[in-house]
């Protein structure tokens, strides 16, 4: 399977807990994006790297929130001092161009209790 | 202050007849639009797209025009079949931007057998 990868799936955690999301994107696309989607919500932009530079975030990501990319390959989301308002489907994407078909994975889900 | 919006948050269409999935935008910067759909438990998948200098991009069953001066676009699906019930995302990139996706809320499309 050639297709964006995400781990873990779900995640329950209690509030005030650190979590870490994994992603691993299609190999041969340098542009990668996290995502995050709650329930009746489109997904709503977080952070965007092209290779390993972290190139745009959303104030969306607060100062809780940390991702990297070093190699330019797969890239982690931590979320430290986890909140309930966090709870949500975490989404990581991949592409080529700048309008390019954005290939997403099949998420990671957050609980915060 | 949403960006892309989906007034209809669902939408219930006999199968072999016509879907017609709406969005509207208010940011006329935007240069590209996309119509994502989405399975539960799964991340959205590409449907098509179409760039703001055209008005109209047909792939098989799946047309989406687009109407600058409304600030809007249609995705006509026809003819619509079960296996399309899906939750469809209108979504738009900002010129200038890195690629990201500003999302509507979505619609959720029931074809009836």
């Known amino acids: ?113 | 202050d949403q960006q892309v919006k989906q007034n209809s948050p669902s939408l219930s269409v006999q199968e072999g007849r016509i879907s017609i999935l709406n969005c509207d935008y208010t940011n006329s910067m935007f240069d590209y639009f996309l119509w994502y759909k989405k399975y539960p438990a799964e991340g959205p998948t590409f449907l098509i797209s179409i760039s703001s200098i055209k008005d109209k991009n047909e792939d098989g069953r799946f047309t989406v025009f687009l109407n600058k001066s409304a600030k809007h676009l249609s995705l006509h699906i026809v003819p619509s079949q079960p296996g399309d019930s899906a939750v469809y995302f209108c979504a738009a990139i900002y010129g200038g931007s890195q690629g990201n996706l500003i999302f509507g809320k979505g619609t959720k499309l029931s074809v009836k057998p």
């Not at chain 1, 691993?24 to 995502?35: A, F, G, M, Q, T």
């Not at chain 1, 001092?81 to 990581?92: F, N």
Request: charged share 25%; with cysteine.
């Open chain 1, 1 to 113: 399977d050639t297709g964006v990868s995400q781990n873990p799936r779900h995640k329950i955690t209690k509030r005030g807990q650190n979590v870490t999301f994994r992603c691993d994107p299609i190999s041969e696309h340098n542009r990668l994006y996290w995502y995050r989607q709650t329930l009746g919500q489109g997904p709503e932009f977080l952070t965007y790297f092209q290779n390993e530079a972290q190139l745009e975030k959303s104030r969306l990501l607060s100062d809780r929130f940390s991702a990297e990319r070093p190699k330019g390959s797969f890239s982690t989301l931590e979320i430290q001092r986890t909140e309930q308002g966090d709870s949500a489907m975490y989404l990581c994407a991949s592409n080529r161009e700048r309008t390019g078909e954005l290939f997403f994975g099949e998420g990671s889900r957050l609980t915060v209790l």
